[in-house]
T-cell receptor
Framework: GQNIDQPTEMTATEGAIVQINCTYQ??????LFWYQQHAGEAPTFLSY??LDGLEEKGRFSSFLSRSKGYSYLLLKELQMKDSASYLC??????????WGAGTKLIIKP | EAQVTQNPRYLITVTGKKLTVTCSQN?????MSWYRQDPGLGLRQIYY???????DKGDVPEGYKVSRKEKRNFPLILESPSPNQTSLYFC????????????FGDGTRLSIL
């Protein structure tokens, strides 16, 4: 079956760095997306990885290892507005996104 | 402004009363999808459409219908709503191409009493 594993909740301090891990098992693989979702709002696109390695986008970076079925999202210089859920979503062989339950990130002052 | 528009945003209704949630996108996207989101479960796909007149079941299609008569619209129909369909619903669209992200509507919160 297809499966996504992310920590349910993480806590970090404003100004710090946090890494959110995601392991996945899918039928085929066509890239992996990370989305941010504030409570009660729509998910918004953060990053996309299709090849192994690190993609950097300002304060956010995302890493992919296809052989390990593993990705992480790295958030630097944390701000209070980064308090949200972060959703890992690999795309399977049918180009459908497989969604994890997400990681709720709590930022403390 | 490029967007996905859902209506209504909030609805409280009763069991068995047919309802339709509309979804419209102005980005000429081929792909559209409906999800429901429940606490602790993440996004679950209800139906999706690769293009006009093409629809397919997702993971949780029971109790729902969709249609794709025009490229921009993808309504979600609940013929006989039940309390277990109380949820937060999202419509999304994308270009059907590798690496293109899905764009989400603002969501519709349905309560079925």
């Amino acid at each position: 079956g297809q499966n996504i594993d992310q920590p349910t909740e993480m806590t970090a301090t404003e100004g710090a760095i946090v890494q959110i891990n995601c392991t996945y098992q899918t039928s085929g693989f066509n890239g992996l997306f990370w989305y941010q979702q504030h409570a009660g709002e729509a998910p918004t696109f953060l990053s996309y990885n299709v090849l192994d390695g690190l993609e950097e986008k300002g304060r956010f970076s995302s890493f992919l290892s296809r052989s390990k079925g593993y990705s992480y999202l790295l958030l630097k210089e944390l701000q209070m507005k980064d308090s949200a859920s972060y959703l890992c979503a690999p795309r399977d062989s049918n180009y459908q996104l497989i969604w994890g339950a997400g990681t709720k990130l709590i930022i403390k002052p | 402004e490029a967007q996905v528009t859902q209506n209504p945003r909030y609805l409280i209704t009763v069991t068995g009363k047919k309802l339709t949630v509309t979804c419209s996108q102005n980005m000429n996207h081929e792909y559209m999808s409906w999800y429901r989101q429940d606490p602790g479960l993440g996004l679950r796909q209800i139906y999706y459409s690769m293009n006009v007149e093409v629809t397919d079941k997702g993971d949780v299609p029971e109790g729902y219908k969709v249609s794709r008569k025009e490229k921009r619209n993808f309504p979600l129909i609940l013929e006989s709503p039940s309390p277990n369909q109380t949820s937060l619903y999202f419509c999304a669209s994308s270009v059907h191409s590798i690496g293109q992200p899905q764009h989400f509507g603002d969501g519709t919160r349905l309560s079925i009493l």
